[in-house]
Nanobody, 115 residues
Framework: QVQLVESGGGLVQAGGSLRLTCVVS????????MGWFRQAPGKEREFVAS??????DRYYADSVEGRFTISRLKNTVYLQMNNLKPEDTAVYYC??????????WGQGTQVTVSS
């Protein structure tokens, strides 16, 4: 059974920073790529950032480019969020794409940015 555990959310003032962490464990698997998504109240879930297993390909939503950085180490993916804005307030979800198994999602962690 595959498990994803997220941590690192919280309340921060505008301009502050947070780092989100997501660890995958369970069955023997191969990770193809990892990513972060977010969902604000009343809105659809949206893409934030992704990184492939080799770490060579990273993609960001325009809204976070230059402020957020995605990285990985073994079975853990990180999202460093700097210069946070109130519009970054959302529940953040990690997603792992495991070869032969498909997509797995974390439980979500709340990020709240006050103005």
């Amino acid at each position: 059974q595959v498990q994803l555990v997220e941590s690192g959310g919280g309340l921060v003032q505008a301009g502050g920073s947070l780092r989100l962490t997501c660890v995958v464990s369970g069955l023997t698997f191969t990770i193809d790529d990892m990513g972060w998504f977010r969902q604000a109240p009343g809105k659809e879930r949206e893409f934030v950032a992704s990184i492939n297993w080799h770490g060579g390909d990273r993609y960001y939503a325009d809204s976070v480019e230059g402020r957020f950085t995605i990285s990985r180490l073994k079975n853990t993916v990180y999202l460093q969020m700097n210069n946070l804005k109130p519009e970054d307030t959302a529940v953040y979800y990690c997603k792992f794409h495991l070869r032969y198994y498909g997509d797995y999602w974390g439980q979500g962690t709340q990020v709240t940015v006050s103005s």
